[in-house]
């Protein structure tokens, strides 16, 4: 572990147990560096103006203000993967990969629920080339999250509108243009749905229970991936 990393973590670790305090010898013994090094990294983090004091006596140690420091950043499970589709748009930038080690750190300390839901969602984002530039209606956003059926209008190519009640199982992206893929109960099959073609959009309060097949997508399998998080 490095010294920032140490600085960070040294602070989580009195914000943990505060107001109880913690002992040198037992953040040297936690961080396995010296007591001399532990102390100086708690007079650079008071010089930094972390709100650190000691505590004298066989029981004392050093103890953070947990009012007036920040716990973590947790995300959502939805913050999660907008972020690591706004990441895929970065493929091939300078700081690609140092973006997607940050989302891998955020990732790897969010409640183990919240993870857990985060992948199943990231499992239901598929993308083809480079990220898509159109944006997806809140609403889809919404029902493909909470799994909920929708009552859509769309507009084919031609323009032609037509109402239909769809099941969401996934979105499906390309370099230009998102996809809601759901069941479409009007075609009794599974369809792709251009989001920029939805003319509107009602959630309705029926569940969806079905879950989307690889066979599903009729996409050559070197074409097409599911989003990942790691």
């Known amino acids: 572990m490095n010294r920032t990393d140490r600085l960070y973590a040294l602070v989580e670790e009195l914000r943990a147990v505060s107001p109880r305090p913690r002992s040198a ?23 930094a103006g972390v709100p650190i004091w000691a505590e004298p006596g066989r029981t004392g140690g050093y103890v953070v203000d947990r009012a ?8 959502t499970p939805n913050e999660a993967v907008a972020m690591a589709v706004a990441l895929h748009r970065l493929d091939g930038a300078p700081f690609a990969p140092a973006a997607a080690a940050a989302l891998r750190k955020l990732v790897a300390v969010m409640p183990p629920a919240d993870a857990a839901e985060a992948h199943r969602l990231a499992g239901r984002v598929h993308l083809m080339g480079g990220g898509p530039a159109t944006p997806v209606p809140a609403a ?17 190519r031609d323009g032609a509108a037509s109402a239909r009640d769809v099941e ?33 959009v009602r959630p309705l309060a029926e569940p969806v229970t079905r879950e989307l097949r690889p066979d599903d997508l009729d996409i050559p399998a070197g074409r097409v991936r599911p989003l990942s998080l790691v």
Do not use: K
Not at 168 to 195: K, M, Q, S
């Open 168 to 200: 969401p199982l996934a979105y499906l992206g390309n370099r230009t243009h998102w996809y809601l893929v759901a069941w479409c109960r009007l075609r009794d099959g599974v369809r792709c749905f251009r989001t920029d073609r939805i003319v509107s």
């Open 68 to 75: 007036r420091t920040l716990p973590p950043v947790n995300l």
């Open 25 to 47: 010898r037992w953040l040297a013994g936690r961080f396995e560096v010296s007591t001399r090094t532990i102390e100086r990294d708690i007079t650079a983090l008071q010089g």
């Open 140 to 156: 889809v956003a919404d029902a493909v999250a909470a799994r909920r059926v929708l009552r859509l209008r769309y507009a084919d």
